[in-house]
């Protein structure tokens, strides 16, 4: 088990770098990426129960669900702040904790609106009309392209591959939540909840269960040939 960890040593190395914002409203990118950061006293505690699964010298493994925790604490995007803070609190080159953010998808580099909507435009979803529900949720919200936020925060829209839910598309996921079997119509029902402050109710939005066939049992209805070798008693 990792040594208790002082996570109070590990502030952000971006302090000495914060910049101001030419307009208080808006402050600059530059601005935003080093603002101070580190983990509040939750998630100090959750990254030490994460780092102490490592042996101490192979504490870097922990690198991933650490950004992921800084990340959502940092209103969902990896800032370089919260990138160096982890870099010395894994006692990593940043260059290396860089490298991971840089490569997987799921770290945001730019701040995101309230909402983070990811639309699968991947083969099985492309074929079901993925594109449709693309167009729907840019128009629905103001005329925004993919990667685009908007003007009041609360959205923020990209287009990603495939999130593994191939059976119920097309399909989009909002923060965490999948909503599936989409059509134009329900997608708009999706967003306007989430634009009241709603939360609705995430997975299919068509009334099936998760992902059984609609028209019932069509496959494997029959009881298997026997009795076989490694057959049951039941089965026979």
């Known amino acids: 088990m990792a040594d208790k960890l002082d996570l109070s040593t590990c502030s952000s190395v971006a302090d000495s770098q914060t910049t101001e914002s030419e307009s208080p409203s808006a402050p600059s990118m530059s601005a935003l990426s080093h603002i101070p950061f580190e983990f509040n006293a939750e998630n100090a505690k959750r990254a030490e129960e994460i780092i102490s699964r490592y042996p101490p010298q192979y504490k870097k493994a922990a690198v991933i669900p650490l950004l992921d925790i800084g990340q959502r604490q ?22 290396r904790v860089y ?14 609106g309230e909402n983070f909507v990811q639309v699968c435009t991947t083969t099985p979803c492309m074929l079901r009309g993925a594109y449709e529900i693309l167009d729907t949720v840019c128009q629905d919200l103001g ?10 925060g609360k959205f923020t829209v990209v287009e990603v591959e495939c999130q593994g839910a191939c059976s119920n598309a097309p399909m989009l ?8 079997d989409l059509t ?34 069509t496959a494997l209805a029959s009881k298997p040939y026997g009795p076989g070798e490694f057959c049951t008693e039941e089965f026979a």
């Open 74 to 95: 940092n209103k969902g995007w990896t800032s370089i702040s919260v990138m160096n803070y982890i870099a010395n609190l894994l006692e990593m080159p940043p260059m």
């Open 99 to 112: 490298e991971v953010a840089t490569f997987y998808t799921m770290f945001n580099r730019e701040p995101i």
């Open 143 to 152: 005329g925004i392209k993919p990667g685009e936020t908007t003007k009041d």
């Open 184 to 217: 134009p119509e329900t997608t708009k029902k999706v967003l306007d909840a989430f634009r009241k402050g709603e939360k609705p109710k995430p997975g299919p939005q068509s009334g099936r269960h998760t992902s059984e066939n609609s028209a019932g049992l």
């Open 173 to 180: 996921v909002v923060g965490d939540d999948f909503y599936e």
